[in-house]
């Protein structure tokens, strides 16, 4: 198939604006790229690309390729994976983002596990707690904690995630515990940059009270924000699971637990389509047969593992 690894080298050039890096990525030769474009450019009859000493970039022709060679290349992708569905196989590369504190400390024996049991499939997992557009960032799905807006994606839910105010006893020893959610207007609120809302959300006699933390310090990284609680620079809002080992040892305690914050979920979600890919179903049944008796872990409590399946 000339003219599908044609287009393939085309789009991959495109996107790096460089032969080298293309080359690289498709772990072929740079005499190789250049004689698959031109061999690319002589089937269309137009120069797709203009070359300089500082790189490559699209001509208009070749702006009006790319779009429909990537619709190509994934629908000829899309139609390896329902084939290979048939027979069982789950086939080519799944592109995972996953919030990195979650990731390190729950999902890498997870993958893990998912990568053996689909020795066909290569798994490109992203770990990060920035929110990334699956979309333009050709994600295939993402594991989301939080409180999930209304979109078009598609939303599986996984399991619940208690979430805790917590703070070092140093720290409450020299600034008073507080009793009550507005009494955080008053202290260091370790603040989470990718919060949508900006609040922090309580349950106080059963109604929702939600303040917006005050603090001079903040971070997209939940573990980051944990480590400033544990030495003392102010009151963290977080998932159980990150604070299991610094409860248990008494680097943080727990405030506020008469005023416990609403559960979370934590979701596999993947872009729109009436097209599931295979390798997308196939991770989704994974979480939901494996992270469900990771549930216990997730919420904080000791002495459980993981159920054998």
Same mark, same amino acid.
């Given at each position: 198939m000339d003219e599908i690894e044609d287009m393939t080298t085309f789009v991959e =050039?495109?996107?790096? *604006? %460089?032969?080298?890096?293309? +080359?690289?990525?498709?772990?072929? %030769?740079?005499s190789m790229v250049s004689r698959r474009l031109t061999r690319l450019e002589e089937g269309f009859g137009a120069r797709?690309?203009? $070359?300089?000493?500082r790189g490559v970039r699209p001509t208009e022709a070749g702006i009006e390729l790319l779009e429909r060679a990537e619709r190509i290349l994934d629908e000829m992708q899309q139609a390896r994976e329902a084939v290979a569905a048939h027979s069982g196989a789950v086939l080519g590369t799944l592109r995972v983002t996953v919030p990195q504190s979650l990731g390190s400390r729950r999902m890498g024996n997870l993958f893990a596990e998912f990568a053996a049991a689909h020795p066909q499939l290569a798994l490109d997992v992203d770990f990060d707690d920035r929110v990334k557009d699956l979309i333009d960032n050709k994600y295939d799905a993402a594991i989301r904690i939080g409180q999930m807006p209304d979109s078009s994606f598609i939303i599986r839910q996984l399991l619940p995630v208690? =979430?805790?105010c917590l703070a070092s006893p140093s720290y409450l020893a020299a600034h008073g515990t507080p009793q009550e959610p507005r009494d955080l207007y008053g202290h260091e609120c370790l603040r989470y940059l990718n919060s949508r809302s900006g609040e922090w959300e309580f349950l106080s006699n059963g109604q929702? =009270? $939600?303040?917006?933390?005050?603090?001079?310090?903040a971070s997209s990284n939940g573990e980051a *924000?944990?480590?400033? +609680?544990i030495h003392g620079y102010g009151v963290v809002h977080a998932p159980s699971f990150l604070a299991e080992e610094a409860l +248990?040892?008494? $680097? *943080?305690v727990q405030i506020l637990e008469n005023d416990a914050?609403?559960? *979370? %979920?934590m979701c596999v979600m993947r872009p729109p389509g009436g097209f599931v890919p295979a390798k997308v179903r196939a991770l989704t049944d994974f979480l939901v047969a494996n992270m469900g008796v990771c549930q216990v872990v997730l919420q904080g409590e000791k002495g459980a593992g993981r159920r054998k399946t």
């Open positions: =050039v495109v996107r790096g *604006l %460089s032969l080298s890096r293309a +080359a690289e990525s498709l772990h072929i %030769s740079k797709l690309l203009d $070359r300089t000493t208690k =979430v805790m929702p =009270v $939600r303040i917006r933390p005050k603090g001079r310090m *924000l944990l480590d400033w +609680a +248990a040892d008494g $680097r *943080l914050a609403p559960e *979370l %979920s």
